[in-house]
C-alpha cells in the first residue's frame, strides 16, 4: 500500500514542476518584451536611419551601442568607432533614428553619466541655416575628460 502512494505523491509533484517552470518561463518572457520596448531596441533595428560622423580625439567609454542624445532624449545610438590614420583620432560613426535637420554648426560632446556610470554622447544643436545630410561629418566635437587624469593632476604629479 505505501508503494502505490508514493506512486501519488511522486506524479502531483511533477505537475507542480511544470506549472511553477511555465510560470517562471512566462515571467522571463514579459522581461524580455518590457527590456525591449523601454530600451527602443525596436527602433535600432529599423533600416532607415541617418547616419553621422564625428572625430575626437579620446572616445575613452565610448563603445558600439552608446547613446546618442539631444535635449536630453536618446535619439540615436553609436554604430562604428575607428581609428583615422591620417590625424589619428577616433572616428564615430553614429545612427539616429530619423533626419532631426540639424545645423551644420552641432557639436558633438561625449559626457558621462554620473561617477560610475557610462559614457554618452551629447548633441548640442548650433544655430545655422545649413543642415547636415546623412553621412556628414560634424566639426566641432569635444572629447572625454579622464577623471583619473583630472585627479592627477590637482594632486600635483
Known amino acids: 500500500m505505501k508503494l502505490g502512494l508514493q506512486t501519488m505523491i511522486t506524479k502531483r509533484d511533477g505537475i507542480a514542476e511544470i506549472v511553477i517552470g511555465g510560470a517562471v518561463f512566462l515571467i522571463a518572457l514579459g522581461f524580455i518584451f518590457y527590456s525591449v520596448a523601454v530600451t527602443n531596441f525596436d527602433k535600432d533595428l529599423s533600416n532607415s ?9 579620446s572616445v575613452n567609454g565610448i ?13 540615436g545610438s553609436v554604430s562604428k568607432i575607428q581609428l583615422d590614420k591620417e590625424s589619428f583620432q577616433a572616428k564615430v560613426t553614429f545612427s539616429l533614428f530619423e533626419d532631426y535637420k540639424l545645423p ?14 557610462g559614457n554618452f554622447i551629447s548633441l548640442n544643436v ?4 545649413i543642415v547636415l545630410e546623412s553621412g556628414d561629418e560634424l566639426l566641432y566635437t569635444q572629447s ?9 593632476k590637482f594632486a600635483g604629479q
Open 49 to 57: 536611419k541617418f547616419s553621422l560622423q564625428a572625430s575626437f580625439e
Open 63 to 75: 563603445r558600439l551601442g552608446s547613446n546618442i542624445v539631444l535635449a536630453g532624449v536618446k535619439v
Open 104 to 117: 551644420e554648426d552641432t557639436e558633438a560632446v561625449i559626457n558621462s553619466d554620473g561617477l560610475l556610470g
Open 126 to 129: 548650433g544655430g545655422s541655416d
Open 144 to 152: 572625454s575628460v579622464s577623471i583619473l587624469n583630472l585627479l592627477s
